[in-house]
């Protein structure tokens, strides 16, 4: 049982508390209700996603923090009962219908998922599966649709993207597949990202590419994204801000410096001491434009990491 408690939570403000571009959650709270009673999950969360920023939600599993981002993307589950603000360009989400919420989700807010051989149907093309995506959300025709696939898979580094169109999730390696799922997120234009563990499932080499992408993502197209991830050693070289989350609360939320170097709660510094020693935190992804043999690019990341996939 923790004894401290530091007030940390983001200041409860209206729908103009971040840019047009970005997201503000304010009081969210969810309890799931079954045959066997009322389940809290999600305590009184607040916390701000700006544009051009990354907002890492970190926490051990069962915290709240993959819950928080499919709230915020409504796919929260069936019998779930919500209360408090989900602010998106002045319009709260939480009071949206289903089919209101439709217009807003995978076209301004997407989502990247943990398992990219979960999120992408094997019996289905790369280009079926992207292009379906944005004939039916932008209303541009199968040249159109193609083309900017192509400029979108480019664009994440995937070799020989007008190639990878035309094969099935199984021809390609997890890390590809990651910058595949990433560049179907983008397809409709989105402002706002969630990346729930997009690392988690990849070898740590191949991890390092992923992190890289997302920074250069974020900065090229100020997206705001919100990288959900148990790992503070992936937040010490890529979020700008961090919200910890314990038992569905914020227990702390500051930038990105403050929460590494100067923790005031107790169980973020448990966090942080349990990383490995050899991880330095606060090693900031640096992008560099040093084209490999592979497509990608050379980077400076946490451990030096290149990707090999």
Known sequence: MLEENVDTQAPVTGPGSVADGGVSIRGLELDIVSGKGRKEILRGISLDAPEGSITGVAGESGSGKTMTGMTVCGLQPKHAHMRGHIWFKGIDLLQLSPRELNKHRGV????????????????????????????????????????????????????HASEALDKYPHQFSGGQLQRIAIASALAANPSVLIADEPTTALDVTVQAGILRLLRQLCDHHRLAIILVTHDLGVMSSLADTIAV???GEVVEYGERQQIIC?????????????????????????????????GDENGTVTQGAQEDD
Not at 144 to 153: H, Q, V, W, Y
Not at 269 to 294: G, W
């Open 108 to 159: 301004d807010i997407a989502m990247v998922f943990q398992d990219p051989t979960a999120s992408l149907h094997p019996m289905l093309t790369i280009e079926r599966q992207m292009t379906d995506h944005m004939r039916f959300h932008l209303g541009c025709n199968k040249k159109e649709a193609r083309a900017k696939a192509i400029e979108l898979l480019e664009e994440v580094k995937v070799p």
């Open 245 to 247: 989350l314990r038992y």
């Open 262 to 294: 100067k923790p005031e709660h107790r169980y973020t510094r448990d966090l942080i001491e349990s990383l490995p020693q050899h991880r330095p935190p606060l090693t900031k992804v640096k992008v560099e434009d040093k084209p490999q043999k592979n």
